[in-house]
């Protein structure tokens, strides 16, 4: 009976809708773990330790009340111990992975179970990041470092990822993609930081710029270090009528601030000892990333998943979503030019885009350049 219960002649027997509605269930369970994910990660807190719970009041959330997409409907919204507001990411989270995996079963599952299963991984992943860069400008390393991990194992495991069935070219396929994705968008990185690294600020004449241990408050703005700060080399400079220290002041001074060294005219400073400055100027000019080494990372663990061509795909489609969506916020008064804008969502969606119709993107393109000329 047992042996039975285990036999895969038995199993290959239920309708397989039984299994897509097992997949969209399935899915919303794993985006309720993802919503914990992209609330833990970017707090360095673990995903595993302590148990769900309401982040106002603290209240332990019973089983019962963790039933993917019907507790949010059924309790509105709101914690039922303290009546605290629930974000409605956690149902949009929990939906999404449901239809994703639905839709990676009903595109791969009749040509490999286990193939629509890497393909649901691999979603999990994208929108885990997707999440977590809107609101934190960060993609974590348990995704990025981690998914290009997974996707070469999994290579060896399921080779019709890279639409083989051998071992060896899958392998070749993954660590192909993985240096792709990690070489070119490093190589776009270094030329975005080499033509546009740099963004200045005019400010009108007389203006107060603070600068804290842990941000850079402008007359409208604070930036923090962690936006400007991505290598040594990084500074932020400015000419100061006059410059203030808790125990001194400089007048008519060049000031350089590195995340190692303050220079301030000739006198060099450790900036770990500063504290606080304040400078009177009228321009100051601060790095600037059209991209960050979380974008090459997550470059390179779609590359393991879905090989070089994926790569060159999603760079080039993620560009022009990421520019068509800056525009668009730019002309509604949403955002200013100069804005940081997250592009590991753009990444993740070309992703997508490539995973269930990328081949066929590109044979219509090819079609299109080589159709007869009438």
């Known amino acids: 009976m047992v042996d039975a219960i285990f036999e895969g002649k038995n199993w290959a027997q239920v309708p397989?809708?039984?299994?897509?509605?097992?997949?969209?269930?399935?899915?919303?369970?794993?985006?309720?773990?993802l919503n914990v994910c992209i609330y833990r990660m970017p707090l360095g807190l673990s995903v595993v330790s302590p148990p769900s719970h309401c982040p106002h009041c603290k209240y332990s959330i019973p089983w019962y009340l963790n039933v993917p997409l019907v507790t949010w409907l059924y309790l509105r919204g709101r914690c039922r111990q303290c009546s605290a507001p629930i974000t409605p990411r956690y149902f949009l989270v929990e939906l999404l992975t449901g239809i994703c995996f639905l839709g990676c079963w009903l595109a791969f599952g009749p040509r490999s179970p286990w193939l629509g299963l890497v393909y649901c991984l691999l979603l999990a992943g994208l929108i885990a990041a997707t999440f977590i860069d809107f609101e934190h400008f960060i993609i974590p390393d348990e995704i990025t470092l981690g998914g290009a991990g997974a996707g070469f194992?999994?290579?060896?495991?399921?080779?019709?990822?890279?639409?083989?069935?051998?071992?060896?070219?899958?392998m070749q396929q993954s660590l192909l993609g993985i240096a792709a994705g990690a070489g070119v968008v490093y190589m776009v990185l270094r030329l975005g930081k080499l033509f546009f690294g740099r963004q200045k600020f005019s400010l009108q004449e007389g203006s107060r710029v603070l600068f804290t241990e842990t941000c850079i408050e402008l007359p409208d703005k604070s930036i923090s270090y962690e936006e400007l700060f991505y290598r040594e080399s990084d500074a932020i400079a400015l000419h100061a009528k006059r410059l203030e220290?808790?125990?001194?002041?400089?007048?008519?001074?060049?000031?350089?601030?590195?995340?190692?060294?303050?220079?301030?005219?000739?006198?060099?400073?450790?900036?770990?000892?500063?504290?606080?400055?304040?400078?009177?100027?009228?321009?100051?000019?601060?790095?600037?990333?059209?991209?960050?080494?979380?974008?090459?990372?997550f470059m390179a663990a779609i590359g393991a998943f879905l090989g070089w061509k994926a790569v060159l795909f999603s760079l080039l489609i993620s560009s022009f979503i990421g520019a068509m969506i800056g525009l668009t916020l730019v002309i509604l008064g949403r955002k200013a030019l100069s804005s940081r804008l997250p592009y590991g969502p753009y990444i993740a969606i070309a992703a997508v885009i490539w995973l269930f119709a990328g081949p066929q993107i590109i044979e219509w393109y090819q079609d299109l350049l080589t159709g007869p000329i009438r």
């Open 245 to 297: 220290l808790i125990d001194r002041c400089y007048q008519d001074v060049s000031v350089r601030l590195s995340p190692k060294m303050l220079s301030i005219g000739e006198e060099k400073l450790d900036p770990e000892t500063i504290p606080h400055m304040e400078a009177i100027c009228g321009q100051i000019v601060v790095p600037r990333e059209a991209m960050g080494l979380g974008d090459v990372k």
């Open 153 to 170: 194992v999994l290579s060896m495991l399921v080779p019709q990822m890279h639409g083989t069935t051998a071992l060896i070219p899958a």
């Open 16 to 33: 397989f809708h039984f299994w897509s509605v097992v997949m969209f269930v399935f899915g919303t369970m794993v985006g309720s773990f």
